[in-house]
Nanobody
Framework: QVQLVESGGGLVQSGGSLRLSCVAS????????MAWFRQIPGNEREFVVG????????YESDAAKGRFTISRDDAKNTMYLQMYSLKSDDTAVYFC???????????????????WGQGTQVTVSS
């Protein structure tokens, strides 16, 4: 059974930082394409940043470039999203996602991912 459990969200002031975690079970983060998405009510899930399975190279959205860093700890089977210089536009529920192990690409559409966590709320106050 696959489980992805996010944590680390909360309320932060504009310009602040947060680190989100995604603990995986039933999948090995180093063997799956992994990504972070975010969603605000009424909108589709938006790609934030993903990790290519084979190389661990990150692929970022324009919104994430220069401010967000994705990483993984294979020993802990955990993926992280370090966010800096947060803005009110970053307020959303953040989800981690896992694709299919046969993929070696980073897709940017939510429909291309099979497994999802429950999400963690990030609220940035201005």
């Amino acid at each position: 059974q696959v489980q992805l459990v996010e944590s680390g969200g909360g309320l932060v002031q504009s310009g602040g930082s947060l680190r989100l975690s995604c603990v995986a079970s039933g999948v090995t983060v180093s063997n799956y394409p992994m990504a972070w998405f975010r969603q605000i009510p009424g909108n589709e899930r938006e790609f934030v940043v993903g990790l290519r399975r084979s190389t661990g190279r990150p692929y970022e959205s324009d919104a994430a470039k220069g401010r967000f860093t994705i990483s993984r700890d294979d020993a802990k089977n955990t993926m992280y999203l370090q966010m800096y210089s947060l803005k009110s536009d970053d307020t959303a529920v953040y989800f981690c996602a896992a694709g299919r192990p046969s993929w070696d690409v980073v897709f940017r559409k939510a429909r291309d991912y099979d497994y999802w966590g429950q999400g963690t709320q990030v609220t940035v106050s201005s």
